[in-house]
């Protein structure tokens, strides 16, 4: 009954399809009468080839044509004071008097110029100089370059304030992506994506934790960057993190052409992990056997100087191809593609391969006031899983021992137990990790949308749209533990099934009204639309087996063998642009969402947005030679937050206890329900964003850039909190409670300072300086409240390093002051007593320093000579520290004479501080970890015509060429949010070398 009821609730409104139903009726009646007929050719200007596709229309009237495979039209004229209006994407719109000609030829040229203007934004586009938001658009020419292999990637360095973190090396992996910080402590800090029209939910799926992988960066034209509210919050509920928008490559006009481009890439490890050599453990060892008397630790330790390391990475090849074919095949423009990238990881047995295709189709009918969009993109993806706790093995593997041995376990070394069984708890062969275990997944993708724009006979100014959108993916994979691998042992291996589907469909309906009004100086445009968006999963859930697939391994049966998840999201939004004079600019809008995540009660919210913007130059610098472009914005917005992990926590619900938690009758063991905490009233966590920005250019723009502050202000956060005892079901609570504010400024610099005939050098550069506080945090005021630990770590039972507290970035460090000798040595568990009450616990415990980045910085350069090309790009993050978990764990002699009798390996760092225990909570393991890293180099030559009409280009690439800073763990960039650096998968130094053919 309460699905029945919340499906009723959220069922699309008729009234909002009705206009759909409009729509289809108008198609056919425009009706035309001819009295002249003028006929001609439409060429380009550059190559004087013919034009296929170009738009032919008496202008203030619906009649209208297109050019056929050889750039001839015909259309039928009223009278001979008709003005013929010749456009086409790309190219300079042309208007001529038809008079008393019957023959009428026409020559495009190239406007690069309106190119580079237009700028893709929420529900259409918009010319750069119309812009009243925050909005960056990066266009192909302007990507990341190099081995790319997730679209992400692309955008690194190149935005203020947009910050994108690896999360390690692994082939295909996906990044961290943040837009001017956080603005949520429990639910999701992503942007939303939105690709081609479609806003697509979450990036994971079973058998791949990144789909943007399934996007061929090679279809990509553009990415907009929708940074304030008054820029994203058209959508509303899920914009609070900003919004990025993707559209892929298009059909032009004229005959059709050829692109081929291959690469071939060398991966490699640049940097290690400074651990001890197999000598210097038999060093440390045997020293101390010698001051003790007790050899009991220098009898284990074995003859060799194995590298774990050395044996787990290895150079990885890859490869990246693309064919695409774009132009206008019988007055209809397309572009198809189809690529294929294999690409191995640096850790060994590691692969990611991907095969794609996409459709675009862009025609038009009935006179040109039909136009269509189509837009398809199929992927398959297909990965094989290293275990990358292989990494954190050979950290610890001890060095004196060989890599391979004689034992029951593959021959893969292993510490062993008198009666040769593997020692519980003893570490792993990290070699045998990799080896012994295969993970395999295959992903399968469909992501695709139909556009219709009708202008309608009666009315030109007013188009009805409709766009019909689906995304769906399926996820499945093996995971196979070989019988022989010491850690399944006991169960003759693993074998284990995943399997999962996500569908994601959307129709939006929309009236579009568009009028310039000469009389009053004014231009208006006005989008009225109806969206409706439903998320289903459909989870599989499997047991695990044996090896052989013929025994079920005890207590892994699930519970439920299919879950079915779903949401839906119901909207209607209003936008209205205005525009006075050519110079002042004003953008309003309202979203309303209703979301199934919410009950009946709060589910439905409101999200406004206004800008204002004046082209300051037009006004006061409109004779300067000096000042080109001079524009001031302001804006002000809500957005809102909605993506959090479950579907209904407002319901009162139960759940299954494990194999492990039931309860004994006699013989008979009985499962139980246990209640779950729930608030019946959880609502939108809102984000309110003010925006005031500058846009200016000098020297005819060859000096160029933006200044803005922002400030975001987030109040009811969704977050788990503390509760008081017997006040629900649990003692924390996922519910609405506090707030936090983030501002800064944002700095982007563009110049070029030379501009020659065959000479060209840009050089671009960001910056962004942010600050985030928590603000609240309770319902209730608390004294004895210090915060909410976060930030687990890697070591002893329930340590937290990290504590969302009021008036603090959120997950700021809690720990130990320490204190060192006259040598700037730390001494042992010695700390300093801030309480002064003479002795050393929690109240001792501190706030210091925090792990996000207080500025962000980002530099590109490119150089163009004659034939050759030159380009450089690199980012820095400043004020970011770091817990180095690695050396807190691994640093002491503990660690390596374990109790377990068995030797492990340690960092150097050992030989500096011989610390014997552990003291995690100790903030000499704060770090800076600020940096510097240049991302990307890359050479090109074009060589010109090679066979024929083919032409090539060159290309040679070297990623994370280099980084610089003071920390002293692998690499001081971390996608965690807490800060807490344990073992990553290196991210590798990556040569690349393309050939690019245009035929």
Known sequence: ???????RNLRSSTSGFGIFAVFLLMIFGNV?????????????????????????????????????????????????????VYSFIGKTS????????????????????????VVVV???????????????????????????QSSEQLLQGKVAGLQVTSGGGSAGGGSTIRIRGTASLNASNDPLIVIDGIPVEGNGIA????????????????????????????YGSRASNGVIIITTKKGTSGKPTFNFNTAVSASEVFTKVDVLTGDQVREIITARAAKTG???????????????????????????NNLSAGGTYKKVPFRVSLGYSNQNGILKTNNFNRTSAAINLSPKFLDNALAVNVNLKLANTNNRFADEGAIGSALRMDPTKPVMTDNPYGGYYQWLDGQGKYKQLSGFNPLGLLEQRDNTSTVNRLIGNIELDYKLPFLPDLHVRTNLGLDNTKGSGTDLINALSATNYLTNGRLTDYKQGKSNKLWDVSLFYEKDLASIKSKIDVLALHSYQDFVTNVFNFPAYSADGKTIIPGTEPIFATDKPQYRLDSYLGRVNYTFMGKYLATASIRRDASSKFSPATRVGYFPAVALAWKVRDDIFSNSKIVSDMKLRVGYGVTGQQDFGQYYPYMARYAQSTATAQYQFGDKFYTFYRPAAFDANISWETTTTKNLGLDFGFANNRISGTVELFQKDTKDLLATVPVAYGSTFDINLFTNVGSLTNKGVEVVLN???????KLRWDLGFNFTKNNTKITALRKQEDPNFTGIPVSGISGGTGNSIGLHAIGQWPYTYYVFQQVYDENGTPLEGVYVDRNTDGQINDADRYLFQKPAPTMLFGVNTSLNYNKFTFSASGHAMVGNYLYNNLQSE????????????????????????????????????????????????????????????????LNASVNNVFFVTKYSGLDPENSSASGVDNTIYPRPRVYSFGLNFDF
Do not use: H
Not at 55 to 63: H, L, R, Y
Not at 125 to 147: H, M, P
């Open 207 to 234: 058998g791949s934790a990144n789909l943007l992988n399934t996007i061929n960066p090679n279809d990509i034209e553009s990415m907009s960057v929708l940074k304030d509210a008054s820029a994203a919050a058209l």
């Open 32 to 84: 035309a009468f001819a009295q002249k007929t003028i006929t001609g050719k439409v060429t380009d200007a550059t190559d004087k080839s013919e034009m296929i596709g170009v738009t032919v229309s008496v202008k203030g009237t619906t009649v209208g044509t297109q050019t056929d495979l050889s750039g001839n039209y015909s259309i039928a004229v009223p009278n001979n004071q008709a003005i013929l």
């Open 1 to 7: 009954m309460q699905k029945n009821k919340r499906n």
């Open 122 to 148: 929420a529900y259409g586009t918009r010319k750069k100089a119309d812009l009243t938001g925050s909005v960056i658009a990066i266009n192909s020419k302007d990507f990341q370059k190099g081995n790319i």
């Open 294 to 320: 007790d050899n009991t630790y220098k009898n284990l330790l074995g003859t060799e100087n194995t590298d774990w390391q050395d044996q787990i990475f290895r150079t990885a090849l890859g490869t990246d």
């Open 94 to 117: 042309k208007e001529v008097l038809v008079g008393t000609q019957t023959a009428i030829n026409v020559v495009l040229v190239d406007d690069s110029k309106l190119l580079e203007e």
């Open 890 to 953: 691994r640093s002491v002699l503990r660690n390596l004479i374990d109790p377990l009798l068995v030797i492990n390996n340690a960092t150097t760092l050992l030989t500096k501080t011989n610390f014997f225990n552990n003291r995690y909570l100790s903030d000499y393991y704060i770090e800076n970890a600020s940096f510097f890293r240049l991302d990307n180099v890359n050479v090109g030559y074009y060589v010109g015509k090679v066979f024929g009409n083919t032409t090539l280009s």
């Open 751 to 757: 110049t070029t300072p030379i501009k020659k005939d």
